[in-house]
């Protein structure tokens, strides 16, 4: 009988042994998902203010396009003979360049 005894104090203290293991496992595990979750959150916050910026640069570039457009447009109405010569020797040299 004491071997019984001993037996199932070996076998509690494996099974103490292996609950501990898994108690230790599953806390490293809960820790690894707080920190992925944290840094996800922070990934997701920078993707939000580069998207931010990007929309910010895009519009900075719209608005610069439209300007240089419209001076463009000024300029040709002023001068518009100016305008057609370049066109036109841009053109020819164009056709130049295509014809090698």
């Known amino acids: 009988m004491p071997e019984t005894g001993t ?11 292996a609950g501990s293991k898994s108690t230790r496992a599953a806390a490293e595990m809960d820790a690894a998902t707080t920190e992925a979750e944290a840094a996800r959150h922070d990934l997701e916050a920078d993707l939000r203010a580069l998207r931010e910026d990007v929309a910010r640069l895009g519009e ?14 000024e300029a040709v109405h002023r001068n ?11 053109g020819f040299c164009l056709g130049l360049r295509a014809r090698r």
């Open 80 to 90: 518009p003979w100016s305008a057609v010569v370049a066109a036109v020797c841009v």
């Open 7 to 17: 037996n199932k104090s070996a076998a509690s203290a494996a099974a103490e042994l």
């Open 60 to 73: 900075t570039v719209a608005s610069m396009a439209q300007d240089r457009a419209n001076a463009l447009d």
